[in-house]
Each structure stands twice: as C-alpha cells, then as structure tokens.
C-alpha cells in the first residue's frame, strides 16, 4: 500500500514513537513526532496532518488536554485521533480515567503495546 497520508505521532517514548514511526511508514505513510502535546499542537498548526496517533500519558500535556485544544482549534475539529494508553489494565486506579477516553472525541482507542496489524487497521480505516 502507498498513501500520501501525513500523521502526526505524539509519543513521549522515544523507543515507542520511533517504532510506531516504522511501522507507518512501512506502508508509506509519511509520519513526524512530537514528544509532548504542546510540541504536538505546534506541529498540527504548521503541518495539517491527516491523522493523529497519541499517547495519553504525557508531560506538559497529556493526550486528553490535547485533544480538547485540538478539538477547539478551527480546522482540526475532525481530525482522525487514534488513542494510544499503555494504562488500560488499570485505568481506574489511574488519573486517567475511562471516561476521559470518551471526552476526548478519539475515532479509535488501541492498548499499547500496539500491535502493528492492529495500528494499520485502524489508521487505514479512519483515513477511508
């Protein structure tokens, strides 16, 4: 598969952004990281990417508060985000919550460690 698709990979794990990186690009995605939701709302602004992957669990700004800026940023209000938490098995003793996953208007919500079948599943659909 060759797309033109750009997306924006917000991950504060350098290991895990560079392999999710990889993988996209794998199936000729053009990808870019940020490594914090600040970094990752100064990318959106100067690169429009087509979709999102974003690690809930960062600092500066987690993935929740992103996606609320990103949300009430004209222009990015459909966005394709594709939640990523590394959290779920314990995601109500966490200060994550399950309903934040609701609130933060995501297309798709995946565990992490992500499998990469399950990755391009999800982006290749949320980009249809």
């Given at each position: 598969?060759?797309?033109?698709?750009?997306?924006?990979?917000?991950e504060?794990?350098l290991?895990e952004?560079?392999?999710?990186k990889?993988v996209?690009e794998?199936?000729?995605?053009?990808?870019?990281?940020?490594?914090?939701?600040?970094?990752?709302?100064?990318?959106?602004?100067?690169?429009?990417?087509d979709?999102?992957?974003?690690?809930?669990?960062?600092?500066?700004m987690?993935?929740?508060?992103?996606?609320?800026?990103?949300?009430?940023?004209?222009?990015?209000e459909?966005?394709p985000?594709?939640?990523?938490?590394?959290v779920?098995?314990?995601?109500?003793?966490?200060?994550?919550?399950?309903?934040?996953?609701m609130?933060?208007?995501a297309q798709?919500?995946?565990?992490?460690?992500?499998?990469?079948?399950?990755?391009?599943?999800?982006?290749?659909?949320l980009l249809?």
């Amino acid at each position: 598969m060759t797309s033109t698709a750009k997306i924006l990979v917000v991950e504060d794990d350098l290991d895990e952004a560079k392999l999710i990186k990889m993988v996209l690009e794998g199936e000729g995605y053009e990808s870019l990281c940020a490594f914090n939701g600040k970094d990752a709302l100064a990318k959106v602004g100067a690169e429009k990417p087509d979709l999102i992957v974003l690690d809930i669990m960062m600092p500066e700004m987690d993935g929740f508060a992103f996606c609320a800026r990103l949300r009430a940023t004209p222009g990015n209000e459909h966005t394709p985000v594709v939640l990523l938490t590394g959290v779920a098995q314990h995601i109500h003793e966490s200060k994550y919550p399950l309903d934040g996953v609701m609130r933060a208007d995501a297309q798709e919500y995946l565990e992490k460690p992500v499998k990469a079948e399950e990755l391009l599943d999800a982006v290749a659909r949320l980009l249809e």
